[in-house]
């Protein structure tokens, strides 16, 4: 059974709507990790987390908003979605180190 | 500034032929991961590789951590190896990894 599960596996969204991204992990990790992956730039860092109810900003927050409510469960939440967020997002868990256990990715298109 | 930087962007070989893949990292680090990625798929992870020479099956990673590189060499190619190599790094153990941006490899029979 996959261990890290994301929701939705695609979406549709309209500029300036609201959009969450959901990750849950079954690993029992402390270290989550969503990443947005566009053509050409390979996997960059939005936001991660080192234990439930805290958040870090990564590389690109811009626009993005974390939340790690439980160890199990890490969001990413675009408040108002607009055309250059449509991208393939990945989410991920990790036991500490460079060591990470992916998603299969939420591919999201905004309009 | 881009923490890691791969080579090359793509590569096309025949069949049976064998493949290397170069990283290099702006800073000095002994975390190292090499993952594959199918087109529009799942992130796998192949070799945790901080220093030295790590084989398994036809991959063979080497890490040479004062000249901040690291390489993947994938001998006798094969159809299905066809995807995109992607390298980690992070700093240390709690800091967050950052990919290059990857070798899209592409094996024609």
């Known amino acids: ?8 596996r695609s979406k549709v969204a309209v500029t300036g709507g609201k959009v969450t ?35 870090e900003k990564g590389d690109i927050p811009d626009g993005y908003k ?19 967020q449509t991208a393939v997002y990945f989410c991920a868990s990790s036991p500490g180190r460079v060591e990470q256990y992916f998603g299969p990715g939420t591919r999201l298109t905004v309009l | 500034e ?11 070989l025949q069949e049976g032929e064998n493949a290397e893949l170069q990283c290099s ?10 993952f594959y990625q199918r087109p529009g798929g799942r992130l796998v992870s192949l070799l945790y590789n901080p220093s030295g020479t790590k084989q398994s099956g036809r991959l063979t990673s080497t ?9 993947l060499h994938i001998s ?3 159809i299905t ?6 390298c980690a790094m992070s700093r240390n153990n709690n800091n967050a990894p950052r990919f290059g941006a990857g070798t899209k490899l592409t094996v024609k029979p």
Request: with cysteine; aromatic share 10%; hydrophobic share 30%.
């Open chain 2, 2 to 12: 881009q923490q890691v930087q791969q080579s090359p962007a793509s590569l096309v």
């Open chain 2, 25 to 34: 990292f702006s800073i000095f680090t002994n975390q190292v991961q090499w």
């Open chain 2, 81 to 86: 190896d066809s995807g995109t190599y992607l």
């Open chain 1, 1 to 8: 059974e996959a261990a890290v599960t994301q929701s939705p």
């Open chain 2, 63 to 71: 890490t040479v951590i004062k000249e901040r590189r690291s390489s």
């Open chain 2, 76 to 78: 006798s190619s094969q």
């Open chain 1, 21 to 55: 991204l959901s990750c849950h992990q079954t690993n029992n990790h402390d270290y989550m990790y969503w990443y947005r992956q566009d053509t050409g730039h390979g996997l960059r860092l939005i936001h991660y987390s080192y234990v439930a109810d805290s958040t």
């Open chain 1, 66 to 84: 974390a939340s790690r409510p439980s160890q199990e469960n890490f969001s990413l939440i675009l408040e108002l979605a607009s055309l250059s």
